[in-house]
């Protein structure tokens, strides 16, 4: 794998080196050059296969992450059962007493996808297990990413270009991070879609032709399929629209791939149940609508000119621009106050105000891919492409065209809102690789063509003798071209020697950082052993072995989607996150007295709670470090529930030692953590040390009223606890009126 890697650069050096001589070949030559692409592109295929299978050559072909599970759930769903009944499906698994909906609250592409592989390949009799389809799906969608990455970059710049940027977005991190093998998720596939929407845009905008238009659509429609990213298109495409009409590149090819396109686009996305009206009555579909409206009246505009004298223009340019503004205006300020057009989400509020989330809508702020990006994400996420990017804009801007500007466009406002929530580098990924790969074919082949025109050493002396007087001006001529050869040498040694350690620190990233399953946790001992957690496949098969089928597993939403996917087991909440009422109750039962929770357990029908503790083994994404959240979200329900009382007497510190706040070592996600945990020293150290948190615990013994310890994993990471039932009651007698004799009791 390391030498294909370290092949693949070359490859396209080699082509830019023929492509030097484009003004001279041959056919032959030209015949050359195109094997040479073909053969790279095929190797980069190769690669952006080999690179996201790790995980399974290191631990086995599983899915990974939480989201995956439902996915996974709901695609062998539609294999077995078909389309009808897929799209009538009533999960009464999920948030119970509720139950779900299914196929009218998820965007089916994926599923989809996956159930024509499985009958495609069983047409052809060879039968795949459905599981197996998902856990490779994404690696194979990689691959056709980064040839629709080079057809996008050609379109925009050249072939070259379109070269190096299927081999960047092969093997970015920021999206293998996404597409490794059993991550079943629905960037897998959308990046795919999301970068030929671009493409075939591109090219309605450069052709006119209604041909493209349609591709384009179609392609849409698998987008809005896929993921709810399409409204990242569906705004993109107008700013991009309006930028062209401010700069003044208006053309009719324009207008028409537009025109048609949205309208089109609109209609065809309005037959996927969970998108319908949607498309035309909410604000994040608004500035489409808008920008389609524009552009007519600016059409309308450029025709009555054309039959008008320039005064009479004017005048009538004013009154159409005050009537067409005031149109605009009624019509939003209508729409908004009768409710027909619904207002921003939570998630675009975000993106525009950081902190509108974490006073709002606590639960949006607590998921860890909608946190702001450090800096230092950058630059493992993308190497060298996180500062080629500017390089590659200033390029676009000095060959300004249909295509450079969308790149443009789309390069910088990517750039922005990655920086607001880090889950959105993956859209910033195809971005910077088109960029970065401008740049670094235009560095390379200027340098390519300047070394190629030195001119020989030899010449130079000859040239020097016949002219007699000068001669010294020549030596000292061909010495500074000597200098300026020696410099761009090692400039372009040091630009290729980049390209491999961008490769080498992906291969790193893909192998080390990406791979790991997460519900399968490794780590190395003392002497280097590697050590295996296997913990939450013990806990999610014990509650499928030894629970009623109907039991009500009561955990925090993250693992809502892995208990319905590995245990059947049907849980009050889950990662949808559709009810945050639903999800504050759990919340609000997790950070209450044990009584208090009690309650709120027993009204929800719950027989089993579950937490995640990473206290023993050092595993520091568990429940006690995402506590704070489940206090902020149950407050959202009960006032009395305030963060600064689970803080320690100061306010100023989050802590489980003594310091800690009184309603957090009374609360039931401390006692189902840390119930037992004090009663054994780790390593040597105290009993009760938390190796996360790197305290000794402030309570270490207590007993338990109202749940009993069910079952904990090998390294304690996954913890089951059983709700009591209730006690019978002794009956009461009304007053005054005596108590039955027993039979021993009666007289004879």
């Known amino acids: 794998l390391q030498f294909l890697y370290f092949i693949v650069p070359c490859l396209p050096i080699l082509d830019l080196k023929m492509d030097h001589y484009e003004g001279a070949v041959s056919q032959h030559e030209e015949e050359r050059q195109a094997m040479w692409r073909i053969i790279t592109l095929g190797v980069i295929f190769f690669v952006a296969v080999v690179v996201r299978l790790f995980s399974v050559l290191r631990f086995e072909a599983i899915i990974h992450e939480f989201d995956p599970w439902f996915n996974y759930r709901t695609s062998d769903y539609l294999v077995e059962h078909g389309i009808y009944d897929f799209y009538n499906w009533f999960d009464v698994d999920v948030w119970y007493p509720l139950g779900r909906i299914v196929g009218g609250t998820i965007y089916p592409g994926l599923m989809v996808t996956s159930m024509i592989f499985s009958r495609v390949l069983a047409l052809v009799n060879f039968h795949v297990e459905t599981r197996l389809i998902c856990v490779f799906l994404a690696p194979i969608f990689a691959g056709n990413t980064s040839l629709i990455t080079y057809w996008f970059t050609k379109e925009i710049w050249s072939e070259r270009a379109g ?86 590149r208006y053309s009719l090819k324009l207008h028409v791939a537009y025109s048609s396109w949205y309208v089109l686009a609109t209609l065809i996305c309005m037959q996927i149940h969970f998108v319908g009206f949607q498309a035309v009555q909410t604000g994040e579909h608004m500035a489409a609508a808008g920008t389609f409206f524009l552009l007519q009246a600016y059409g309308f505009i450029n025709f009555v000119r054309k039959h008008l004298d320039p005064a009479m223009f004017k005048e009538l340019l004013s009154t159409l621009m005050i009537g067409f503004g005031t149109v605009g205006v009624a019509a939003a300020i209508i729409g908004s106050a009768t409710g027909y057009i619904a207002p921003w989400t939570g998630r675009f509020w975000t993106l525009l105000d950081p902190t509108y989330a974490k006073i709002h809508i606590p639960i949006i702020a607590s998921v860890s891919e909608h946190q702001p990006t450090a800096w230092s994400s950058y630059f493992f996420d993308f190497h060298m492409l996180a500062y080629l990017i500017p390089v590659g804009v200033w390029f676009c801007m000095n060959r300004p065209n249909e295509g450079t500007i969308f790149i443009t466009v789309y390069g910088m406002s990517t750039v922005y809102f990655s920086g607001v929530m880090v889950r959105l580098m993956l859209v910033l990924a195809p971005a910077a690789c088109v960029l970065g790969a401008i740049a670094t074919s235009e560095l390379l082949l200027g340098f390519i063509k300047s070394l190629t025109k030195e001119k020989d ?206 309603a957090m070592l009374d609360s039931l996600m401390y006692k189902m953590c840390y119930y037992r945990f004090g009663e054994d020293k780790i390593e040597g150290g105290p009993s009760g040390y938390d190796r996360v948190r790197n305290y000794e615990i402030g309570r270490k013994k207590f007993n338990l009223e109202y749940i009993d310890e069910a079952f904990t994993t090998e390294h304690w990471i996954v913890r089951i606890y059983r709700v009591k039932k209730e006690q019978n009651r002794k009956p009461t007698p009304p007053p005054n009126v005596p108590l039955i004799p027993s039979f021993e009791t009666a007289p004879k």
């Open 163 to 248: 070269l190096l940027a299927a081999f960047f977005i092969a093997i970015v991190p920021s999206y293998i991070s996404r597409s490794v093998a059993g991550s079943y998720d629905n960037e897998g596939i959308a990046i795919f879609a999301l970068v030929a929407v671009f493409a075939t845009f591109i090219k309605c905008v450069k052709t006119g032709s209604l041909k493209w238009v349609f591709i384009s659509v179609l392609t849409y429609y698998y987008m809005v399929n896929a993921w709810g990213g399409y409204i990242f298109i569906i705004n993109l495409l107008p700013l991009y629209t309006l930028v062209m009409l401010f700069i003044g």
């Open 457 to 662: 050493a030899t010449e130079i002396k000859k040239e020097s003798k016949k002219k007699g007087k000068a001669a010294a001006q020549l030596d000292q001529a061909a010495s500074n071209d000597k200098i300026n050869t020696g410099f761009q040498w090692a400039i372009l040694v040091g630009l290729i020697w980049t390209i491999l350690t961008y490769v080498m620190h992906s291969t790193w990233a893909a192998s080390e950082a990406y791979s790991s399953p997460s519900i399968i946790l490794a780590a190395r001992g003392h002497n280097g052993e590697r050590i295996i957690f296997d913990d939450f496949r013990e806990a999610y098969q014990w509650l499928r072995v030894n629970t009623e089928r109907d039991a009500k597993i009561m955990s925090w939403w993250d693992y809502g989607y892995q208990i319905t996917g590995m245990s059947n087991r049907t849980v009050l909440v889950d990662n949808n996150t559709w009810n945050n009422t639903h999800i504050a109750t759990v919340g609000k039962a997790m950070a209450s007295k044990e009584d208090v929770s009690y309650q709120i357990m027993k009204k929800m029908d719950v027989e089993f709670a579950l937490v995640i503790f990473g206290g023993m083994a050092g595993y520091s994404s568990d429940d006690i470090n995402k506590f704070l959240w489940m206090v902020r979200i149950g407050g959202t329900l009960d006032n009395d529930i305030k963060e600064a009382d689970y803080l320690s007497p100061g306010g100023r510190d989050y802590t489980v030692s003594q310091s800690g706040g009184a």
